[in-house]
Each structure stands twice: as structure tokens, then as C-alpha cells.
């Protein structure tokens, strides 16, 4: 990660190809729905590109990954539950 942080745009392909079957995974046994589950996974690497900046290199890289995706996964099922319940209330009308 930390060469990522620096510059090298490969290792975020390393980074990928090392973590996204497990990412992969977790979010599978956390969502049923396949294709929501591809939606959060591709949201997970987004994420992690976009704060990458935010990596504290003191720490190890796949705790921080499976917080970002853990982050994810409770951010979609908010979504979902709001949606749901938006749906629900201009049903009564």
C-alpha cells in the first residue's frame, strides 16, 4: 500500500489481485444479492483508491481493507433500509 500511496499505480493491481477474491468473499456472506454484491465490491476498490492518502502505513493493510469493506456493506444496507422505507411511506397514499 505504501508504494500505492506513492506513486505506483501497479501496486494497486498487486494490492487487487492479493485481496479481492477475499474481499470478494466477505461481502458475499454479508449480501445476498449478487448484484449488489458486485456493486459494493467494485465500491470497496473505489474507496480505497480514493482515500488512499488516508492508509496509515503503521498498520497492517488488510485489517484497514476489511474496515473499508465492512464500512461498505453497512453504508448499502442504510441505503437500502431508507430506500425501502421511502417506498414504503408513498405506498400509503
Known amino acids: 500500500m505504501l508504494m500505492y500511496q506513492n506513486g505506483n499505480e501497479?501496486?494497486?493491481?498487486?494490492l487487487y489481485e492479493r485481496h479481492s477474491s477475499k474481499v470478494y468473499g466477505y461481502v458475499r456472506s454479508k449480501i445476498k444479492s449478487t448484484e449488489r454484491t458486485n456493486d459494493i465490491f467494485q465500491e470497496i476498490f473505489v474507496k480505497i483508491h480514493r482515500s488512499k492518502h488516508l492508509y496509515n502505513q503503521s498498520l497492517p493493510f488488510l485489517p484497514w481493507l476489511f474496515t473499508v469493506s465492512r464500512n461498505a456493506i453497512v453504508d448499502h444496507v442504510r441505503q437500502s433500509k431508507h430506500?425501502?422505507?421511502h417506498v414504503e411511506f408513498e405506498d400509503h397514499f
Request: net charge positive; glycine share 0%.
Open 10 to 14: 501497479r501496486a494497486f493491481k498487486v
Open 83 to 85: 430506500e425501502q422505507s
